[in-house]
C-alpha cells in the first residue's frame, strides 16, 4: 500500500498528490512515470511523475480528471492509500548543457514539463518556459516552474493571465527574438502536433511526451504503440519522450480517441453510483 501524505485541488478537475514511495523517489528522474491501481478492481493508469522527494520518499502527482480511474482518485484524501505504484517506469528525459531550451507546457501537462524544466535549469540551460492553458485558474505550478526559468512566460485562450493567444505564438516570438538550441512540448496531442510544426519551421529540435492508453507499462501489451519515423514503438519503454518530428500525428491523434465512448460512458455510470451511494 502507498499512503497518500498530501492533497490539494489546484484547480477545478485537477490534483495534487504527494505519496510515500521511497524507492520511486529515490530512482525517478525527469520525464519518467509510474502506473497505479487504487484497489483490486480497478485499472492501471499511468501518471508522469512531476517532482519527488527524495528525503522524504516521496513522489508528487498531479492529474485531471478524465474518466471513472482519475475521478475515483479524485476522491481519495491525505492519509488513503493506493494499492499499486509502480515505477519510475519510461526512459529519462536527456538532460545536458544545451545552452538555450524553450519549454512548452499546456494544462496538465505542466505537471509533466515542470521537471524537465528543473533538470534542464539544474544542468545549467537558459530556460525560456512557456505555459498556456484556457483561462487563468488553470495555469499551475506558475511560482515551480518560475522558480527554475530565466523568463517564464504565460498565455491564455481567454486573455485572462498573460498574453491573450496560443503557445505556437508565444514559441513564435521567443524565436524571433533569440537562438533556442533545443525544446520540449507536453501538453494535448493537437498542441503537441502545432508546437512541433512550429519548430520544424525554424530546425529547431523539439522534443514531446506521449501519453497513448498503457496497461502493463512494461511493452508487453502493445496498447501503447505509436509509430516513429515509420517504425512501431512502445511509449512506455521506448518513450514517452520522442522527437516531435518523427512522430505521426494523426495516427497518434486518432488513436487517443479510439476509446472516448466507452470512457465517458464508464465515467457515467460512475458519478451516478455515486450519486446513488450519497442519496
Given at each position: 500500500?502507498?499512503?497518500?501524505?498530501?492533497?490539494?485541488?489546484?484547480?477545478?478537475?485537477?490534483?495534487?498528490?504527494?505519496?510515500?514511495?521511497?524507492?520511486?523517489a529515490k530512482k525517478?528522474?525527469?520525464?519518467?512515470?509510474?502506473?497505479?491501481?487504487?484497489?483490486?478492481?480497478?485499472?492501471?493508469?499511468?501518471?508522469?511523475?512531476?517532482?519527488?522527494?527524495?528525503?522524504?520518499?516521496?513522489?508528487?502527482?498531479?492529474?485531471?480528471?478524465?474518466?471513472?480511474?482519475?475521478?475515483?482518485?479524485?476522491?481519495?484524501?491525505?492519509?488513503?492509500?493506493?494499492?499499486?505504484?509502480?515505477?519510475?517506469?519510461?526512459?529519462?528525459?536527456?538532460?545536458?548543457?544545451?545552452?538555450?531550451?524553450?519549454?512548452?507546457?499546456?494544462?496538465?501537462?505542466?505537471?509533466?514539463?515542470?521537471?524537465?524544466?528543473?533538470?534542464?535549469?539544474?544542468?545549467?540551460?537558459?530556460?525560456?518556459?512557456?505555459?498556456?492553458?484556457?483561462?487563468?485558474?488553470?495555469?499551475?505550478?506558475?511560482?515551480?516552474?518560475?522558480?527554475?526559468?530565466?523568463?517564464?512566460?504565460?498565455?491564455?485562450?481567454?486573455?485572462?493571465?498573460?498574453?491573450?493567444?496560443?503557445?505556437?505564438?508565444?514559441?513564435?516570438?521567443?524565436?524571433?527574438?533569440?537562438?533556442?538550441?533545443?525544446?520540449?512540448?507536453?501538453?494535448?496531442?493537437?498542441?503537441?502536433?502545432?508546437?512541433?510544426?512550429?519548430?520544424?519551421?525554424?530546425?529547431?529540435?523539439?522534443?514531446?511526451?506521449?501519453?497513448?492508453?498503457?496497461?502493463?507499462?512494461?511493452g508487453m501489451c502493445?496498447?501503447?504503440?505509436?509509430?516513429?519515423?515509420?517504425?512501431?514503438?512502445?511509449?512506455?519503454?521506448?518513450?514517452?519522450?520522442?522527437?516531435?518530428?518523427?512522430?505521426?500525428?494523426?495516427?497518434?491523434?486518432?488513436?487517443?480517441?479510439?476509446?472516448?465512448?466507452?470512457?465517458?460512458?464508464?465515467?457515467?455510470?460512475?458519478?451516478?453510483?455515486?450519486?446513488?451511494?450519497?442519496?
Amino acid at each position: 500500500m502507498f499512503k497518500i501524505t498530501r492533497s490539494e485541488e489546484l484547480s477545478q478537475n485537477e490534483f495534487d498528490f504527494w505519496i510515500d514511495a521511497p524507492r520511486i523517489a529515490k530512482k525517478a528522474k525527469p520525464g519518467q512515470f509510474v502506473i497505479l491501481r487504487i484497489d483490486e478492481k480497478g485499472e492501471r493508469i499511468p501518471l508522469t511523475i512531476a517532482d519527488v522527494d527524495a528525503e522524504k520518499g516521496e513522489v508528487r502527482l498531479i492529474f485531471q480528471v478524465i474518466g471513472k480511474t482519475t475521478a475515483a482518485l479524485s476522491k481519495l484524501k491525505k492519509g488513503d492509500s493506493l494499492l499499486d505504484l509502480t515505477g519510475p517506469l519510461g526512459m529519462p528525459t536527456e538532460i545536458e548543457n544545451y545552452g538555450t531550451v524553450m519549454i512548452v507546457g499546456g494544462g496538465v501537462g505542466i505537471a509533466a514539463i515542470f521537471p524537465i524544466l528543473k533538470g534542464l535549469k539544474q544542468a545549467g540551460n537558459r530556460v525560456i518556459t512557456i505555459l498556456g492553458a484556457k483561462t487563468a485558474e488553470l495555469v499551475i505550478l506558475q511560482e515551480e516552474c518560475r522558480q527554475y526559468s530565466d523568463e517564464l512566460i504565460i498565455t491564455t485562450d481567454d486573455g485572462s493571465l498573460g498574453m491573450k493567444g496560443l503557445v505556437t505564438e508565444a514559441m513564435e516570438q521567443v524565436i524571433a527574438r533569440e537562438p533556442v538550441n533545443c525544446s520540449w512540448a507536453i501538453g494535448p496531442s493537437i498542441m503537441m502536433k502545432f508546437c512541433t510544426l512550429t519548430a520544424e519551421k525554424h530546425q529547431l529540435p523539439i522534443y514531446v511526451s506521449l501519453n497513448p492508453i498503457m496497461i502493463d507499462g512494461t511493452g508487453m501489451c502493445g496498447g501503447c504503440r505509436v509509430t516513429i519515423d515509420g517504425s512501431i514503438k512502445f511509449a512506455c519503454v521506448d518513450g514517452p519522450e520522442f522527437k516531435g518530428s518523427e512522430v505521426n500525428w494523426d495516427e497518434f491523434i486518432s488513436r487517443m480517441r479510439q476509446y472516448q465512448p466507452e470512457e465517458q460512458a464508464s465515467l457515467s455510470d460512475y458519478q451516478k453510483a455515486q450519486v446513488n451511494q450519497h442519496g
